[in-house]
């Protein structure tokens, strides 16, 4: 047997089986720079695939994806990694020994992405001054404007092509391989080849896998992931890889024409807000009646800018989220539509003064001043705030002097992912590394811009823990071949299946396509209603029920053609995931949680978010579980084990240098 290539003889077809060292499974800034610095160290036997280079978070997306959450070392007040690590910790659910980690790898990370051409600004001194974001207390964010994340992608991918390392695009991998908890590779589908005999379907053995395919962008009907995400999670999720944290997502106000995050200056410059009806007449001022005076209402409205995620500590006293909440309830509960529109100031109530400078709030007033940027109307403040802020839509076929933006509450990240240990290896699975946003790593209340940040750490400690593995414990071929038939087979077994029913439709493409838009829809409209930023006790089981009893049957009846199969086969691992984030959130509910992060929960004895909204009375948090970090693992007969265990606190040892050189020589920092 060749133990580069040889063909593994199944039930179905011949499948071709390649051998690799690490292979790495996604395009994004955390997948490319992992294989950056592995060739950099020597390491030239790597492959990268992803299902479409130009999709993905990095490349696609605003907000967090815009600030890059660093230590500061340009600044007048003192900063260190030790610092930086308690700024994480402080949000809960979160290990002290990761939080150290990604504070220690901060610098390099950060300045390796500025010797590879990242043109991050910096002053007339060299220093790469920063600014505050939500959650942190030393300014450390910074910033290249609205697409930070794509620049780096773009500086990232002409180093993976100047460095020749091979990357294979339209590559969706459909399934994981492991056996005895360590990674083996994938079962790959090739998207141009689905008319081969083999389906385009293939199996790359690694020593090493490197999983960086996002968050679970696809999984949520109000979603601002860019549309061509969808997430891998759930393919290590089938394996057993142990999750923590699914609970936590993020959920923000976004425009839906042009999937964006609406926050910063958008609602610094104080725009108007109304609502409308499904055809878009019965204008109302919805926002008027919650609030009692110019002051609330605009200091509301501004402070979204600097508190963008819905956040459950901040409903009540009519705090900022108290707008995303009526946000929600207009437009799932009234099944009304929302704008924005910044060619208009905000309407005030009749009993209130006619709108002029003097009635924004005083916090809202002092900062357009203090920017220069007072304006008779929200677009001219914006003009003068941020211009490449109104330039970003109009690349996007919408003139904000024109038209409103239409807005939802939506998805916009999840803090939760798979667990790794402080090399970014899987905690239960040897030789998988879970990088980027897929890995779990923050806990409820990160500062903003820290994923960026993550992503860069966990691709240089991944890469470092390869390298340190060198020769040992190499993939013995003819050890594992018998694993992988069984591993595989099932799955071909279904696929047929689905190909054969579709003959004995009379439109087998239209009657496929249904079917595979109608699981979808029905995915993301049950993770939208029961697992976004309102969630209710009484109704969690039930759905996390349905969506186990939909993994089990709902593809009996199935049937695809070839052209509709890689997307069945992708919102196949997608239940798996949805599976497993509903039921992290009954187990913590269950646990007596209450409302925390991202997201109310709901409880008619809780207390009051606002007099005229009794319905939203919630449960308090419990704070003792921010100690505690909830861990999950998918079980093959669709169950799941789930617990919490408390958090690792930030390591205090101190180091001597000849004992660290010591063990450095010999490879013990390693373990």
Known sequence: MDSRSFTLPTNYCDMPVSRVGTLIIGSGAAALSCAIHLKKNGYGDLLVVTDNINGGTSRNAGSDKQTYYKLSDSSPVADSPYEMAGSYVRGGAMHGDLALVEAQGSSRAFYNLVSLGVGFPFNRYGGYIGYQTDHDPRNRGISLGPYTSRVMVEVLSREIARLGIPIQDHQDVVRLLAHEGRALGAMILDKRTLDSPTLGLRIVLADHVVLAT????????????????????????????????????????????FRWNLSGSYQQVIPCYYSTDALGTARE????????????????IFLKGYQWPFDAAKLENKGSSLIDLLVYHETKIRGRRVFIDFRSNPSGRPDWRPWDKSAAAGIALDYLNSSQAWEETPLDRLSKLNPNAIDLYRNHGIDLRKEPLEIDL????????????????????????????VNGSHGVSRPGGSALNAGQ???????????????????????????????????????????????????????????????????????????????????????????????????????????????????????????????????????????????????????????????????????QLRQMVQTLSFRKDCSVQETFIPCRPIPTEEYWFERVWADFRDKKHLL
């Open 457 to 623: 750490v966990g691709a240089l400690r991944a890469a470092q823990r390869i390298i340190g593995y060198g020769f040992k414990d190499q993939l013995d071929i003819e050890a594992i071949a018998g694993s992988l038939l069984p591993q595989v087979e099932p799955l071909l077994l279904d696929i047929h299946t689905w190909l054969e029913r579709a003959h004995t439709q009379a439109d087998p493409m239209i009657h496929s396509r249904q079917q595979a838009v109608a699981l979808r829809e029905n995915l993301q409209q049950r993770m939208t209603r029961f697992a976004g930023p309102i969630r209710d006790a009484s109704e969690i089981e039930l759905a996390a029920e349905e969506a186990r009893e939909l993994l089990e049957k709902g593809f009996d009846q199935l049937c695809c053609t070839r052209e509709i199969l890689p997307q069945i086969l992708k919102t196949r691992h997608m239940l798996i995931g949805q599976y497993c984030y509903l039921k992290a959130i009954a187990g913590y509910l269950a646990a007596q949680g209450g409302s925390r992060g991202s997201y109310l929960v709901v409880d008619g004895k809780g207390a009051d978010v606002h007099p005229l909204l009794p319905q939203y009375r919630f449960a308090k948090e419990n704070l």
């Open 285 to 300: 001022d919805f926002l008027l009646p919650y609030f009692d005076s110019w002051e609330e209402y605009t200091k509301a």
């Open 214 to 257: 996002g968050g679970p962008a696809g999984y949520y009907e109000a979603s601002v992931y860019p549309r061509v995400h969808t997430g891998g999670i759930g393919l290590a999720l089938e394996i057993g890889a142990e999750a923590v944290n699914l609970t936590e997502s993020q959920f923000g106000l976004t425009s839906k024409k």
């Open 410 to 437: 939506c998805a916009q990240h999840n803090n939760g992912g798979l667990a790794g240990d402080i090399w970014w290896e899987s905690t239960n699975i040897k030789r998988l590394y879970p990088i980027g946003e």
